[in-house]
């Protein structure tokens, strides 16, 4: 701790330290948490908010601290070696304290969220060996020591999701095989690159690869690789279910915010370092369908969900969209914009991932139509949720009207299309969020009465679980209205390429303004409509879910048939049976054919030996004639 | 003088020996004669395998590894005379001789009771028959001693006087008068042509047969020759009276037949005549004949095949292990046929080998008569393992060692073999010749499953292990069969570093 503390003061060193603590301690905690005595969660859990609080501080001192990169020899084979190498600049630094903020605030609340629960210690030894991952994949500096880390996150990324639900992986294996393929495609990607580079490896050398030929290629395969660990279409489908058996700090922490904040890390050092993207090409294109595909399908599920965790997985993966049409523009502001929304989304929907997590401490449900009018118990979770609801509705002057309204921008300024698709999103999230908010927390009180199981009424949780909750809905606010903040955080990592843009302060265009708050008023119409016609705040977007056509893509969309997860089991399945049906044919082959064949052959030439001591003569004089032949012809 | 010890020991006790338990046997009063006659050639074999291991401990000892003499005529006789060489080829020859008629003594033990006397005499007469004929160096020699083999195992066939062993030996005694005949009609062209029939002078004759007077005539008395030595050695389609023939033969008499009386008089004799041996003094009469070569790899591998595949489909046991034994001799006669001197070794080998592995078969199927009245699968009851565990371990041993499974002793002369075929030029021949070893693997592992493997059903309560001799039998051929895989490579280094080959 001296140590650090003195490194923290002595500022503008080389913390080359700091680094080793980010990669080391909370591995090495992790391990000594579960390694502790079975009956010591105190010491389990002050070990895992302490890993948790220096990683945080370490995160602090190489943000204040000056740019440096180190490298030692890692991989030795003849002329070929890797460098171990982590990088640190405003970029890495920046990703960095998001993640050991976020961290840090789900970590208190997972003390509190997880006693009580079997398993809390595996839980926290993969929450911190995850931390140690993550931290790595944004220090790397070298793509294959990005490789290491980033695949070293699907081990504990499968771990967590497990945990909730030991009886049934199915959900575990689906996130693992998901974000395999993902990993996969990144592989074949960063061989590409390396390759299209003259075999540079280091991140920092590596000159951005015009889009032409091969490099299309290596762009689209790292970008999906990219895209796929933040949970952009197709590689989203784990995210609900994992929601149903996950332990939610788990949810708030991966799919909430920090696969948010490498993918789209990575994304964008894809599309600004590695590659030169340039705006209105085809690439670019791509890009942006991705962006707007992932934003209308998620959030097209969202509004029709029943469950607050259901329906928040899928805001988990449309907001995705929204970043990843930013960076499809290519443009400065649309780029600033991701990056900004990228921040914001981890701290909002952290929060409202903790909030579901609070709901369904107190109820022991998350399902609306057994839950209504929370806030007249829980008023502070329900103060939380509503900012960060506000906040991921694009309301000013939370954060994310900020950020939303640069993306709307780039959006405009690419093609009208994207841009309205954009406002589309924009308001089926303020509709599903205004169900999702007046059937949870406004109206009568309402929770399950449950006698057998002797449930309380619900009351508000521990402030260990309030405050981090309040804490990220401060921060709603303070980077909305103080948006200065982050964005010159943002300004300055993107360097040279902002030179002359600005993007603080209140959004530079006021008829976009305009149309963003008449697409919310629109959708609070939306909503008092649906809840006058139904009654009930959770149908409140019962007319769109079961309107004619729409209806009919709803029931094959929840019965998975739009699953790739579900068309890549079914190809694997078929592939099987093809296999299957190959393998008997070769069985056949050997066990029935084969033994027909020999056994037909046998019986026959044992037949020729009919007991006739003629025949035997005859065949004498047979032999003879054949030897005869052979003599001549080999003379 | 050690040349003198090992003619005389060769000659005492290879020839001599057999003859005086003839005597012994014959001479003592019938009913003492009844009761011993079995011991006294079980004596006879003994000391034949003492004299084998001490010939060879000789050969060693003098750093010689060849050893030419004459009996009753001077070594400068004319020819015609009986002229005797003994090499190491022989001498394995012999102690496969020697081996197998003590199985086959020890067998009769237990199976041949009232004819026992015959039956000792017969397999003595049997005996110096083919001692004679592996140490004999010409021509017409062996075909005496063929002869006096011949007609010991007909009558060996048909000792019991049924129907069906009179009938097989009737087929055996038919074809072997063709062979006779053809032979004959050989040797005498081969003597018109050369005027001798020492293998020596006929080979140095036959090494240029551009110079033949008449080559016509040459190409049939190696028509008849091979003819002739194919039907003893049952090569296909030589071969149709030896599955009848061992089938009808009784127990002890197959083990002979199979274990060592066809192969003595007719795989050895191609041997002979196919290469010079061990020594390379003897030179083959036909080593350097390339055409016979060929057609006896052609009719040793047809026999692999044809043995082979018609073995998978009988379902008497002793009539599958006589197409077995077509098809091991196939392998030998390969073997042979390849002219190099790991063909020539690994057919050695295989001779020994397949006398050591068709013998404790042939034991087990007595063994299977005496105990449960049969040998045919589909009659023999099941899971037999758990009754007669002796004899399934043997014949389980006995069986990975036909099929050449490491490191069973069939394993290393299969091996040779099919490397010499391989490095003669002949992949494909190598190839099948390595197709038929799996296939035999196939066969005997039905019989293996259908009789020993499995739960015993209540049919097979009251069977019991044999006891005895036959037990004795098994022991020894079961060690043998381990011991030499187990010794084979320590023996070829040893060969080798005599510069024997």
Known sequence: MLNILSQLIAGGNNHTNLIYIMLALPAILGLVVILLPVKGYGGRSVAFIGALVINALAALGLLLGENFSMRFPWVHLGDFSIQFSLRVYNFSAFILIAIAAIALLIGIYTVVFMRGKSHYGSFYCFFLLNLALANGAALANNLIVLLFFWAGLLVTLFAMIAIGNRNNVSAAVKALIISAVADLLLILGIAITVWQSGGKMMMDEIMPLPLTGLNNVGFVLMMLGALGKAGAIPFHSWIPDAAKDAPLPFMAMMPGALEKLLGIYLAVRVARDFYALEPGSGMSMFIMIIGVVTIILAVGMAMIQKDMKRLLSFHAISQVGYMVLGIGTALPVGIVGALFHMLNNAIYKSALFLSAGAVERSCGTTDLKQISGLRRVMPITAIGFTIAALSISGVPPFNGFFSKELIFDAALESGLVFYILALLGAFMTAASFLKLGHAAFFGPLKWPHIEESNNPNPRETPAAMYVPLLILAAFCLVFGLGNVIPLAGIQSILGDFMAGHDYSGWPHSMSLVLISLAVLIFAVLNHLFGKLRTGQAVKALDHIHYAPGLHQVYNVAEKGYLDPYEWLMFAIKAYAKLCFAIDRAIDWIYNVLLVKLISVLSKGLAHLNNGHSTRYMAWVFVGMLFVLLALILYL | ?501
Not at chain 2, 56 to 69: E, G, K, P, Q
């Open chain 2, 1 to 501: 003088m050690p040349q003198n010890l090992i003619s005389a020991t060769a000659t005492a006790v290879f020839i001599v020996g057999p003859l005086l338990a003839i005597l012994i046997n014959n001479l003592l009063p019938r009913t003492l004669a009844q009761k011993i006659c079995l011991k006294v050639g079980i004596a006879a074999t003994l000391l034949q395998i003492a004299a084998v291991c001490s010939c060879v401990w000789l050969f060693f000892a003098n750093s010689s590894y060849h050893i030419s003499f004459s009996v009753f005529w001077n070594m400068s006789a004319q020819p015609g005379a009986a002229r005797f060489y003994v090499d190491f080829l022989s001498l394995t020859v012999m102690l496969a001789i020697g081996l197998v008629s003590l199985v086959s003594l020890l067998t009769a033990n237990e199976s041949i009771k009232d004819k026992a006397l015959n039956f000792s005499n017969l397999l003595m007469i049997c005996m110096i028959g083919m001692n004679g004929l592996v140490m004999v160096n010409d021509l017409f020699s062996l075909y005496i001693f063929l002869e006096i083999t011949g007609i010991a195992a007909f009558v060996l066939i048909a000792l019991l006087r049924e129907e069906r062993g009179l009938e097989g030996a009737f087929k055996y005694l038919a074809m072997s008068a063709i062979a006779s005949v053809f032979l004959l009609a050989s040797l005498a062209l081969i003597f018109m042509e050369t005027g001798d029939l020492h293998f020596a002078n006929v080979a140095a004759l036959l090494s240029s047969p551009a110079q033949a007077s008449q080559p016509l005539l040459l190409m049939i008395a190696s028509l008849f020759f091979i003819t002739a030595f194919s039907i003893k050695a049952a090569m296909v389609p030589f071969h149709g009276w030896l599955p009848d023939a061992y089938q009808s033969a009784p127990a002890a008499v197959s083990v002979l037949l199979g274990g060592i009386v066809t192969k003595a008089a007719g795989v050895y004799a191609i041997i002979r005549v196919l290469s010079g041996a061990f020594s390379g003094v003897l030179a083959g009469v036909f080593s350097h004949v390339q055409n016979v070569h060929v057609v006896f790899a052609i009719l040793g591998l047809v026999s692999i095949l044809y043995g082979a595949i018609a073995a998978i489909g009988q379902r008497d046991m002793k009539r599958m292990l006589a197409y077995s034994s077509i098809s091991q001799m196939g392998y030998i006669v390969l073997g042979a046929a390849t002219g190099s001197v790991i063909g020539l070794v690994g057919a050695a080998l295989h001779f020994f080998n397949h006398a050591t592995f068709k013998g404790t078969l042939f034991v087990n199927a007595a063994a299977l008569e005496k105990q449960t009245g049969s040998t045919d699968l589909e009659v023999l009851p099941c899971g037999l393992q758990a009754r007669m565990p002796l004899t399934a371990i043997s014949s389980m041993l006995a069986f990975f060692s036909t099929a050449g499974i490491p490191p069973l002793a069939g394993f290393w002369s299969k091996f040779l073999i099919i490397l010499a075929v391989w490095q003669s030029g002949s992949p494909l021949m190598a190839g099948l010749a390595l197709l038929a070893s799996i296939i035999t693997a196939a066969y005997f592992l039905r019989i293996q499953r259908k009789v020993f493997f499995g739960q015993p059903d209540d049919s097979s309560n009251e069977i019991t292990e044999v006891k005895g001799s036959l037990a004795l039998a098994e022991w020894l051929l079961s060690i043998i069969t381990v011991g030499c895989g187990l010794l084979f490579p320590a023996l070829l280094l040893l060969m080798q570093s005599k510069g024997l080959f």
